[in-house]
Nanobody, 123 residues
Framework: QVQLVESGGGLVQAGGSLRLSCAAS????????MGWFRQAPGKEREFVAA????????NYADSVKGRFTISRDNAKKMVYLQMNSLKSEDTAVYYC????????????????WGQGTQVTVSS
């Protein structure tokens, strides 16, 4: 079992940066692939980035590639999403998810979710 709590969201101007954090608890965190997803009002939850349990493999949505970086610290049971060059279209609630096995880009593959953190980018 994994419990997840996101933090770090807020209001930022376009072109700015934010760093999201996801604090995990539970014995299986270090063997779980982790992902960040986001959901804007009226839209489906969409994939942002994922990282393998070792941290050696990552995957990004095309819309954030080159701007966002996912990382993890298994000793601290933390996952991070560094977001640079933010755009108004990045505005959404961002969720941290955990899954067993290989990293994935479909939210239906993830077993555990945090409550989300709001990111608002003003243009």
């Amino acid at each position: 079992q994994v419990q997840l709590v996101e933090s770090g969201g807020g209001l930022v101007q376009a072109g700015g940066s934010l760093r999201l954090s996801c604090a995990a608890s539970g014995r299986t965190f270090s063997s779980a692939a982790m992902g960040w997803f986001r959901q804007a009002p009226g839209k489906e939850r969409e994939f942002v980035a994922a990282i393998s349990w070792t941290g050696r493999s990552t995957n990004y949505a095309d819309s954030v590639k080159g701007r966002f970086t996912i990382s993890r610290d298994n000793a601290k049971k933390m996952v991070y999403l560094q977001m640079n060059s933010l755009k108004s279209e990045d505005t959404a609630v961002y969720y941290c998810g955990a899954k067993s096995g290989l990293l994935g880009s479909k939210w239906t593959e993830y077993n555990y979710w945090g409550q989300g953190t709001q990111v608002t980018v003003s243009s």
